[in-house]
């Protein structure tokens, strides 16, 4: 098999916004005292009034057989990973509950494939009522975190309910990750195509992020390998971003 070229993130994407409107960048140094997994910063528009996707004009190939073959696979590794990590889920859930007061699970809003909604699913990270003051993502030291829950955000252990997501074909084990309603409303002014993103089943890992793009990146980066892995789909490319996932999850990267 051979393995797919790493293109230049750039080139791919045109920014139609303002550099001003852009998201914050962060301070390198500050991962180094990040407790509480990736910090990204709040975003200025915080309203879901706003739509989320539009059918693109650019033409992408359907590739039936391919997708066929791609929700087979969901369906059978999630059923395996489902039965063997009933074990790691269970403690799991049992050590949310006894941290602290609230449900194991946390459900959050995501934009899925043509732009349908759907419930994301995570282990609880969080106190409860986290966002009564508004939508937001984590922040350095953030102190709406709990103990386990820190160290589920920052294993990415918080993640592992999605596999129930992949099953019932909200989600797919590779693909650009899901993002939430009012920040999809906001990037999609600000980059050209970003839409591309949403016409295939978003992943539980993607090639942005094999490729070092997790937490707080630039989401113009980000997006750009997004659509580098939509333009050019194959079982080959999802292949090779599957392990390398899983190369990374037994390094404990």
Request: charged content about 25%; hydrophobic content about 40%; aromatic content about 8%.
């Amino acid at each position: 098999m051979t393995r797919p070229r790493r293109q230049p993130a750039q080139p791919e994407l045109k920014i139609v916004a303002a550099p001003a409107e852009l998201p914050a960048e962060r301070d390198p140094a500050e991962d180094l005292y990040d407790k509480a997994g990736p910090s990204k910063q709040r975003a200025t528009s915080e309203t879901f009034d706003e739509p989320v996707f539009a059918p693109v004009a650019e033409k992408v190939p359907s590739r039936p057989v391919q997708m066929a073959v791609k929700r087979a696979f969901d369906i059978g590794f999630s059923l395996a990973a489902l039965t063997a990590g009933a074990p790691l889920l269970a403690g799991i859930a049992v050590a949310v509950k006894l941290d602290s007061k609230g449900p194991v699970l946390y459900r959050q809003v995501r934009v899925g494939k043509d732009g349908q909604l759907f419930d994301c699913l995570k282990f609880r990270s969080m106190v409860v009522d986290a966002e009564k003051a508004g939508p937001q993502w984590a922040r350095n030291f953030d102190t709406r975190v709990t103990k386990v829950g820190g160290v589920l955000r920052r294993t990415s252990l918080d993640e592992l309910p999605q596999v129930w997501n992949i099953l019932v074909g909200d989600m797919s084990w590779i693909g650009p990750r899901p993002e939430r309603p009012v920040f999809v409303a906001r990037f999609r002014k600000q980059f050209e195509g970003y839409d591309l993103r949403h016409t295939v089943q978003p992943g539980l890992s993607g090639w942005a992020q094999v490729n070092g793009l997790r937490g707080n990146v630039s989401i113009a980066d980000r997006t750009a390998f997004d659509l580098y892995y939509v333009r050019h789909l194959s079982l080959s490319l999802d292949a090779t971003i599957f392990m390398r996932t899983f190369a990374a999850v037994v390094a404990g990267e």
